[in-house]
T-cell receptor, first 115, second 114 residues
Framework: AQKVTQAQTEISVVEKEDVTLDCVYETRDTTYYLFWYKQPPSGELVFLIR??????QNEISGRYSWNFQKSTSSFNFTITASQVVDSAVYFC????????????FGQGTTLQVKP | DTEVTQTPKHLVMGMTNKKSLKCEQHMGHRAMYWYKQKAKKPPELMFVYSYEKLSINESVPSRFSPECPNSSLLNLHLHALQPEDSALYLC?????????????FGEGSRLTVL
């Protein structure tokens, strides 16, 4: 079975705080791809990052960073110095090589950044 | 600005109406998707078109009828919907239909069925 768990339903922080969004996944496939999407109030899901299962290097893009650890099946997302514009729902998702591309979403984490 | 354009942004319809949602992309993508998203839930896959052919139907009721007239366009025809079908309908596209690539989403069409 394939599953993505985002245990944090809602997080509220004050601007400039760092915040980490957790993502734990389950899959039996050895080749798979992990994604993070941001959904602001406008509704569109915005692609943030893709990681394949063979690349465990952490990635940093501006204030965003991702920590991929196969040993714990986790793909956590950290926002440094959060801003009000970061307020959104964030989805972690999994696509397995053997699943012909179906994107399995977690339940999402709603992040509220207060000024 | 999103490169996947959906119209209309909002739609209110009665249970006996027939309406259509439209989606367009000009990125040369050959896979297009319809997702349904209820409030505070993740998107749920409905249909996948690959090279203008229907590849996946996730057991969606026949009152939803997808159509892919060409590689840039995707329609979702709605007929005899129920109030529980009220949701955000998201269109997405990817270069091809496989497990590797990211999906690009539109802003969605928010549907209310009265």
């Amino acid at each position: 079975a394939q599953k993505v768990t985002q245990a944090q339903t809602e997080i509220s922080v004050v601007e400039k705080e760092d915040v980490t969004l957790d993502c734990v996944y389950e899959t039996r496939d050895t080749t798979y791809y992990l994604f993070w999407y941001k959904q602001p109030p406008s509704g569109e899901l915005v692609f943030l990052i893709r990681r394949n299962s063979f690349d465990e290097q952490n990635e940093i893009s501006g204030r965003y960073s991702w920590n991929f650890q196969k040993s714990t099946s986790s793909f956590n997302f950290t926002i440094t110095a959060s801003q009000v514009v970061d307020s959104a729902v964030y989805f972690c998702a999994l696509r397995s090589h053997g699943n012909t591309g179906k994107l399995i979403f977690g339940q999402g984490t709603t992040l509220q950044v207060k000024p | 600005d999103t490169e996947v354009t959906q119209t209309p942004k909002h739609l209110v319809m009665g249970m006996t109406n027939k309406k259509s949602l439209k989606c367009e992309q000009h990125m040369g993508h050959r896979a297009m998707y319809w997702y349904k998203q209820k409030a505070k839930k993740p998107p749920e896959l409905m249909f996948v078109y690959s090279y203008e052919k229907l590849s996946i139907n996730e057991s969606v009721p026949s009152r939803f009828s997808p159509e892919c007239p060409n590689s840039s366009l995707l329609n979702l025809h709605l007929h005899a919907l129920q109030p529980e079908d009220s949701a955000l309908y998201l269109c997405a596209s990817s270069q091809v239909y496989d497990s590797t690539g990211e999906l690009f989403f539109g802003e969605g069409s928010r549907l209310t069925v009265l």
